[in-house]
């Protein structure tokens, strides 16, 4: 009897541990992503007539979580307070954010999900660019907790201009319409869709081309906690297979516009001169010509080989403010006042390029150059940024 009663007890036993290995099994949580979304901003992200969330960015998250295997669970969440929800555990993922210098201190962010154009909003005929100048004592408005609300704040109101944020879209368009602001500086496809492609915008139109600082960010990516590599490198991931196998465009090409022709965009000189230290049209940056003249405006003592030094110095100063490099150098003018000083500009040039990237080039004599200078050079590059 006691044989048979250990028998029965261990096959109890076992089936109990089974019953309770499935019960295990069957309860285990569903792999989920928690999305924090504004769901007010179409095309982006919005709820139809039936209180469905519908567009791009929802889109997207659900063909990554596809990828993931993984449920998108969406939270809806006021964007001007999102990384502290973010941080306090609210959610995983703010979809979307545009990745800043400033916003990387508190959060990581996944690679770009598509580009961003930041341009700036007025009626008609009111002759406004998007720059502090032709802005003073205006009043532009912005999106609150958005990064074109930082850059204002930072870069055009202590110039005189009045920043008024809105926590609502709506809110900032009615303010528009009625003259309450006298521009806004905007994401050109959500002002597109909310205010110039309808009646009531008829009177407004863009003014000057988008703007690109590095407050103002260049794409749209999604935010996550510094603690969630995994989360991030698995996001990345997705993405680039969505985008090798064509689902990301399939997406992406009902919403984004075609790409428009490039505007020139102008980097300005010092104050009061005739012209632009560069101008970038497309990918190609055009330089102004530099001399040797040090940070008072003087020619550097010396002769020619300081002169020279001073200038490429100058050059690579100005590529790195237009957004290049000495390495993504594609061709040079070289203008000397003197062409016995020929081999003494090479020796010189040649050290501030990669031996197997070296642009082409052009060198002429002048009779005389600007300020007396030994020797002017100007360049075209490929804009890196």
Not at 144 to 158: I, L
Not at 241 to 269: E, N, S, V
Not at 316 to 335: D, F, P, Y
């Amino acid at each position: 009897m006691k044989a048979v009663n250990m028998s029965l007890v261990k096959s109890f036993s076992l089936l109990s541990l089974l019953v309770m290995t499935a019960g295990c099994v069957s309860s285990a949580p569903e792999p989920q992503i928690r999305f924090g979304i504004e769901a007010i901003v179409p095309p982006f992200e919005s709820r139809d007539d039936k209180g469905e969330l519908v567009g791009l960015n929802i889109e997207l998250g659900h063909a990554l979580c596809a990828e993931l295997n993984t449920r998108c669970v969406w939270i809806d969440q006021d964007y001007a307070s999102n990384i502290h929800a973010l941080e306090a555990g609210r959610f995983d993922v703010i979809l979307p954010m545009t990745a800043t210098s400033a916003r990387k201190e508190r959060v990581d962010f996944t690679n770009d999900l598509y580009p961003l154009s930041s341009r700036l909003v007025a009626r008609k005929g009111a002759n406004l660019q998007a720059d502090a100048q032709s802005l003073k004592g205006k009043t532009v408005g912005v999106l609150a907790g958005t990064s074109r609300e930082a850059f204002a704040k930072a870069r055009w109101a202590p110039a005189g201009v009045t920043v008024r944020s809105f926590d609502f879209n709506q809110q900032l368009i009615e303010s528009l319409l009625a003259g309450g602001i006298d521009a806004t500086l905007q994401d050109s496809i959500e002002i597109t869709y909310a205010l110039l492609s309808q009646p009531q915008g008829q009177a407004f139109d863009f003014s000057g081309p988008a703007l690109e600082d590095p407050m103002l960010g260049s794409g749209v990516a999604m935010a996550l906690r510094k603690t969630d590599t995994q989360l991030r490198d698995n996001l990345n991931l997705a993405l680039e297979r969505l985008k090798q196998d064509g689902r990301y465009q399939a997406i992406t090409q009902r919403y984004l516009p075609a790409a428009a022709p490039d505007f020139p965009r102008y980097f300005p000189g010092g104050e009061g001169l005739p012209f632009a230290d560069a101008v970038q049209v497309g990918e190609m940056i055009h330089l102004s010509g530099v001399i040797g003249v040090s940070a008072g405006d003087e020619l550097v003592k010396g002769g020619f080989g300081p002169q020279m030094v001073q200038t490429m110095e100058n050059l690579s100063n100005a590529l790195q403010r237009s957004g290049s490099s000495l390495e993504n150098v594609a061709k040079c003018t070289v203008i000397l006042a003197d062409m016995k000083d020929f081999g003494a500009m090479n020796e010189v040039y040649k050290r501030y390029f990669p031996t197997d990237r070296l642009p082409a080039r052009t060198t002429f004599g002048a009779k005389k150059l600007v300020m007396n200078a030994r020797v002017e050079v100007e360049c075209m590059a490929v804009a890196t940024r």
